[in-house]
């Protein structure tokens, strides 16, 4: 018995039997993939419309960094699906990429390439593949760690795709190395999202986040040290992506809108233009936060109306933990409260009554922070068909707590120019010069690219 199964015959079946099972197992994600059953594959990762995300904090006690894989061969097999699950998850048929040609010199010229693309829609990450096929070079992509606690085999795939997690409530020098390393040796591309979170609204870019200038200049210094006759370099290239509508608005939006307007026990504004309905409603969610929070409803304009809002959610709980009320982006405000308030929960030695307050408060950071998505007079300001699908998609997210990829879309990739990445920050300059560039390109890029968005026109009855 025992010669039998130290056999060569036995081996041989054992790893016959082990391939068969992978090679299922692989099959059945890839037939979900392709069918669309992406929540049999892929959970619903949480948003932050539905003000859930304070919740999934804690689980961080347990965060341990997760590294990329480098190989080549599973990127290039799973960039196969991409574009059939744009298709049928977001609702993108088609990736237009330009510029593509100026990565190519500098991936020619050996540089480190930091790709900093603005953030609008889940897909994002998603719709850079189309870049990097037109590249054929896979890319790593730093992601929130939320993402790889979605299940086991979320984590495997974000890992086979290139991507390595970042703690985003604290300082994870795991992550920050992983980034740096990726960089001075120019294995690949590395892709960070410099707003730190989504945007939801293509033409508003997020303040962007200085981490991204600091692990450019640290990348720049290791390369200089490592050898001083090299010539690499390292050049952070703004990336646009920009999202079309190309569908009949008017049937897409219309049920959507009536559906709202009934939970808020309004007979539909059937006949009305979908911007006069939008504002109304707008209006309408405001109120009702307010009337929770401030007791009546606000006079004055509407952003003025969100910033008095917004601060009486952060302002004293910035007084309690961070001893002043604090200045500059709203996402950069509830990051810092965050910091401040969670290490103790992870803790868990707090009574029951003080993790109810802290939780309190993590939750009227989130909804300042999902106030804060919409940008004043984005619609009223110019009607284009994807501002307004933009918003009443956010409109249904904040009510019902899910997110609607509403389709046909294309998309298009426009590639800037290469920004040089200096070892050292001009500290005699008031803002980064480096992150000053790439806001500057950025929003350079995507005020080109709205050429191609199409003007709302009301129907006419």
Aim: include cysteine.
């Amino acid at each position: 018995m025992l010669r039998f199964f130290s056999c060569r015959k036995f081996r041989f079946c054992c790893v016959s039997c082990c391939f068969v099972w992978v090679c299922g197992y692989l099959g059945r994600m890839a037939w979900m993939l392709l069918c669309g059953n992406v929540s049999d594959v892929l959970p619903p990762i949480p948003v932050s419309g539905d003000f859930k995300m304070a919740k999934l904090l804690p689980v961080d006690s347990r965060y341990q960094f997760v590294p990329p894989h480098t190989g080549s061969l599973w990127p290039r097999l799973l960039s196969w699906l991409v574009p059939g699950h744009l298709q049928r998850t977001y609702g993108v048929q088609e990736v237009r990429v330009e510029g593509a040609e100026r990565i190519r010199e500098l991936q020619r010229a050996g540089h480190g390439i930091l790709l900093t693309p603005n953030h609008c829609r889940m897909s994002d990450a998603l719709v850079l593949q189309a870049l990097s096929a037109d590249l054929d070079q896979p890319f790593h992509v730093m992601a929130s760690s939320h993402l790889f606690r979605g299940s086991r085999l979320q984590s495997f795939l974000l890992r086979r795709m290139g991507a390595f997690s970042i703690y985003r409530e604290g300082i994870d020098r795991a992550a920050v190395e992983q980034a740096v390393s990726i960089l001075a040796t120019a294995s690949r591309p590395l892709v960070i999202f410099p707003e730190g979170a989504l945007s939801q609204a293509n033409d508003s870019l997020n303040a962007l986040q200085e981490g991204v200038s600091f692990i450019a200049r640290t990348a720049a210094v290791r390369c200089r040290r490592q050898s001083e006759a090299s010539a690499r370099q390292i050049f952070a290239v703004p990336v646009a992506i920009r999202y079309l509508f190309d569908g009949d608005l008017e049937a897409v939006a219309e049920p959507l809108l009536s559906s709202i307007e009934q939970r808020l026990s309004w007979k539909p504004l059937t006949g009305v233009p979908l911007v006069e309905r939008i504002v109304r409603v707008g209006g309408a969610l405001l109120a009702l936060k307010e009337l929770e929070y401030l007791g009546s409803a606000q006079a004055g304009t509407l952003a003025a109306r969100q910033q008095r809002l917004i601060d009486h959610l952060l302002v004293p709980a910035e007084l309690e933990w961070l001893k002043s009320q604090q200045t500059g982006s709203v996402i950069a405000r509830v990051r810092d409260l965050r910091r401040a308030i969670l290490p103790d929960m992870i803790e868990g030695q707090l009574p029951a009554a003080e993790m109810d307050r802290r939780w309190a408060q993590l939750n009227q950071a989130e909804l300042a922070q999902s106030l804060s998505l919409y940008p004043s007079d984005y619609v009223a300001g110019d009607p284009t068909v994807d501002r307004i699908l933009e918003t009443i998609e956010r409109f249904n997210e904040h009510l019902n707590g899910t997110e609607l990829q509403l389709g046909p879309r294309r998309a298009i990739i426009e590639v800037g120019e290469p920004i040089a990445a200096s070892a050292q920050r001009d500290r005699s300059a008031g803002a980064d010069p480096l992150l000053a560039s790439i806001e500057q390109q950025l929003k350079s890029l995507l005020q080109r690219s709205s050429v191609h968005c199409r003007r709302y026109q009301p129907a006419v009855s």
